[in-house]
């Protein structure tokens, strides 16, 4: 007999609390247990965060960008990065 679980959305993955210091990713809509960072996890945070608080000012825009402890952090900071490497190459 194989156990089914529900698949969670993107909006329920936000909302998940399970009352541990866990913290999850999202894979196709089930949640993998994250391992514990390591100092080169740290390192690339924190280039994200200065990149990111670089390429704001360097727009001087209103925006923040912090390191927060939530998977969403990374991707958005790769998203941002993408979108401002990809403007820059298409502006020039």
């Known amino acids: 007999m194989t156990a089914t679980t529900k698949k969670l959305t993107f909006a ?19 949640l993998i247990p994250m391992s514990l960072s390591t100092l080169s996890h740290g390192s690339i945070s924190k280039f994200l965060e200065r990149s990111n608080d670089y390429e704001i000012a360097f727009r001087s825009k209103n925006w923040t960008a912090q390191k927060f402890s939530v998977g969403v952090y990374f991707l958005l900071s790769l998203w941002l990065l993408t979108t401002v490497r990809v403007n820059q190459y298409v502006e020039s």
């Open 12 to 30: 329920e993955y936000l909302l998940y609390n399970d009352g541990t210091n866990t913290q999850y990713e999202l894979v196709d809509g089930e």
